[in-house]
């Protein structure tokens, strides 16, 4: 190493690359469904965007243009053409399988 060169070595910085995602997640607070998402997400180290929607659902209008329904959670992955994902066993599933350790080869 050359003076006044500083190296950050790629092992450092590999896991802040592996938990950078475009994943955006509808949601409600207090919602169970909604938590077993957030907690599969916090377990797998993703970041991603919490869209907080109304407790009404008729108050729902961006989440139902995004997936067709107003329920929520509803995942939106534009990086694997994932465009409205429902129900939380679903959510869970694709994010293990799709972010998981298997996926990843770690």
């Known amino acids: 190493m050359t003076a006044g060169h500083t190296s950050i070595g790629f092992l450092t910085l590999a896991p802040l690359l592996t938990s950078m995602t475009n994943l955006k997640l509808y949601e409600l607070d207090g919602c169970?469904?909604?938590a077993k998402v957030?907690?599969?997400l916090a377990e797998l180290d993703l970041d991603y965007e919490s869209i907080k929607v109304p407790r009404a659902h008729g108050d729902r209008t961006e989440v139902e243009e995004v997936?067709?329904?107003t329920g929520v959670p509803v995942l939106v992955d534009p990086d694997n053409d994932v465009e409205g994902m429902p129900e939380s066993d679903d959510i869970v599933a694709y994010?293990?399988?799709t972010y998981g350790?298997?996926?990843t080869g770690a």
């Open 95 to 97: 994010l293990e399988k």
């Open 67 to 69: 997936s067709g329904q």
């Open 32 to 34: 169970p469904y909604c």
């Open 101 to 103: 350790a298997e996926a």
């Open 38 to 40: 957030t907690d599969k």
